[in-house]
């Protein structure tokens, strides 16, 4: 061969190498090339470019470098199935070199005036013309709360309620009076979830909402009832504590209360606009494929509080009543139908509901060493069912709890969850949890790092009984779990429900599992409780100690249901009796 055919061929060779890039920038533009000094401006553009390059004979992988910076959304991201690969290729939006871009569904909050005091208003023309509401507020990275009474952690008490559960009695009367134009919210922790609802009227200790303030069929444990802990959220009143907020949703006006000296106007001030930032849509037959996301951070998510309020049943899930239909809280990147995708050292963060959900028809997907922090559900939910719930076609039965899916294609399946850290889920509705995984086969989760959570830190499985399902054949090992179970009651560092063939516990490490003045009811709070109907599993090597129950709980399922093996319950892996005979230093027997 001559030297300048070889040439051409080691030219053909190492362009096959290389991948077909494109550039996003915040001071780019869509007229532009989409090179590096030529960026596009969004990526929707780049998306075009994607899809124009795909139809070639060209089967490289194709990477889209997104540069650092601020990308506020005015809708979410949608990937369809032209967006991602191919058996050939690879598409990747990633972050450029060690920059850190930042794709916000909200909008700076500007314009503060100061009103009396440390007192600060904003006014927002959208709001006021019926375009814009939100929940949620941030200050640079810290989520504000709405004006409340009694102030911080501290908390009310129910009296009595009626036979509606909408006339509700207080121990102790709140300083104003407050008609249903305020829009404020009665917030109430029930055993393992909580309410909020809209608030109709208050006249002193009597409070009236607009719906039934709890799940009616469940008893007691997930309705209002006597001595359970509340307050009152969301009222001008009330915004007395530096950091607490209100919204005027007829003015328009957002009213702050500032720290002696501090001026609003010197700091970043963010409200969500959009409740979801990024979604993967596949089709029936033709899921999305090897599309990843690399280094990438999502925030300020909003979460609309529906007309008959939050009724918390249990994990993000809500209802009214058990023969009603149930529904599950929406994340802010949701994957449906996809195929082999990915989620990659990407932050998410400032959510009003979820974080991460993957739904009907998502197989083989990795969500790798992510950040999600101050999430208002679930960080992340494997087997997502929202789409399912609120719509026909993708499950059997009703639109139950318990529904499975209706077709083998829908179960989501070996998905995997690894090397995450996961903090302050259930920001907002606090009978959230960081991991949920629920009819579902093959889900891996492990090495993750779990904390600060007000309830069960990885919920798997979601039927109450021991009937077969599609949950099967989850390995939950290797997760560092802690510091949970802070506000709510009847939970776990691991909580698990429903017969789950081929399910593996192995080597977590499971402690400090807390129980808050605000827990009601006499449930305790264990390293791992199975609840009704778990068996199936192998449970090993796992450690657990400093617990405010015991170790380990059963309820309506027992020890010969599950295989233990090698477990050290009751001293920390520090104390000089770790690794001897553990069992027999802690006084209880190892399974």
């Known amino acids: 061969m001559s030297t300048f055919l070889m040439a051409i061929f080691l030219s053909v060779v190492n362009l096959a190498e290389y991948p077909v890039t494109f550039y996003v920038a915040p001071g780019g533009d869509d007229g532009g090339s989409g090179t590096l000094e030529a960026p596009f401006a969004t990526v929707q553009r780049a998306q075009t470019a994607v899809r124009a390059h795909a139809t070639d004979c060209d089967s490289r992988d194709i990477i889209v470098c997104i540069r650092g910076g601020v990308y506020y959304l005015d809708a979410p991201l949608v990937f369809i199935p032209a967006d991602g690969g191919d058996e050939k290729r690879v598409v990747t939006y990633k972050s450029y070199e060690n920059e850190t871009p930042v794709f916000s569904g909200g909008r700076p909050v500007t314009g503060w005036t100061r009103s009396e005091g440390d007192q600060w208003t904003a006014i927002l023309p959208e709001v006021a013309e019926g375009n814009w509401y939100f929940r949620q507020l941030f200050r640079e990275d810290t989520r504000l709360p709405r004006g409340r009474f009694p102030n911080g952690e501290d908390v009310l008490r129910v009296a009595a309620v009626d036979d509606t559960v909408t006339e509700i009695v207080l121990k102790s009367p709140l300083p104003v009076s407050l008609a249903e134009a305020v829009q404020a919210e009665l917030v109430v922790y029930q055993n393992w979830s909580i309410t909020r609802m809209p608030v109709k009227t208050v006249e002193g200790a009597q409070v009236r909402v607009s719906h039934p303030a709890g799940w009616i069929g469940h008893g007691s444990m997930t309705t209002t009832s006597p001595d359970k802990p509340c307050y009152v959220e969301n009222a001008p009143a009330f915004v007395d504590v530096p950091g607490e907020w209100y919204l005027d949703q007829r003015t328009g006006r957002v009213l702050y209360q500032a720290a002696p000296g501090e001026d609003p106007n010197e700091a970043l001030f963010i409200a969500p606009r959009l409740e979801l930032l990024l979604s993967v849509e596949g089709i029936d037959g033709m899921p999305v494929r090897n599309l990843y996301f690399e280094g990438l951070t999502f925030a300020h998510a909003e979460w609309a509080l529906p007309e008959f309020g939050y009724v918390g049943i249990q994990a993000g899930h809500y209802g009214t009543s058990m023969e009603a239909r149930s529904y599950v809280l929406p994340g802010a990147l949701k994957f449906h139908r996809a195929e082999g995708c990915g989620v990659t050292r990407c ?221 050290y319950f009751g001293v920390s892996p520090e104390d000089p009796a770790f690794p001897g005979d553990v069992a027999a230093q802690a006084g209880r027997p190892r399974l």
């Open 347 to 567: 932050r998410v963060t400032h959510t009003g509901a979820s974080g991460i959900v993957l739904g009907a028809g998502c197989r083989g997907n990795t969500l790798m060493q992510c950040d999600l922090e101050d999430i208002g559900g679930t960080g992340i939910m494997v087997g997502w069912r929202g789409d399912a719930l609120e719509g026909d076609g993708y499950l059997s039965g009703d639109r139950s709890l318990s529904a499975d899916w209706v077709a083998p294609a829908l179960v989501p399946t070996g998905n995997t969850v690894a090397e995450c850290t996961l903090r302050r889920c259930g920001a907002v509705n606090h009978g959230c949890v960081g991991v949920f995984d629920a009819f579902c086969d093959g889900t891996h989760i492990h090495h993750n790092d779990i904390s600060d959570m007000p309830y069960t830190g990885i919920s798997i499985g979601f039927r109450w009984d021991s009937e077969e399902t599609t949950q099967r054949n989850c390995v939950l090992e290797h997760n560092h779990i802690y510091d949970v179970m802070k506000v709510l009651a009847d939970g776990g560092a691991i909580y698990t429900l429903g017969y789950q063939p081929g399910t593996v516990l192995r080597g977590n490490l499971l402690h400090d599992v807390h129980r808050s003045a605000f827990a009601h009811g006499g449930a305790p709070n264990n390293g791992i409780f199975f609840d009704e109907g778990s068996k199936g599993f192998l449970v090993e090597k796992n450690i657990i100690y400093s617990t405010s129950g015991e170790p380990i709980r059963f309820n309506q399922t027992g020890p010969d249901n599950l295989t233990f093996n090698g477990n």
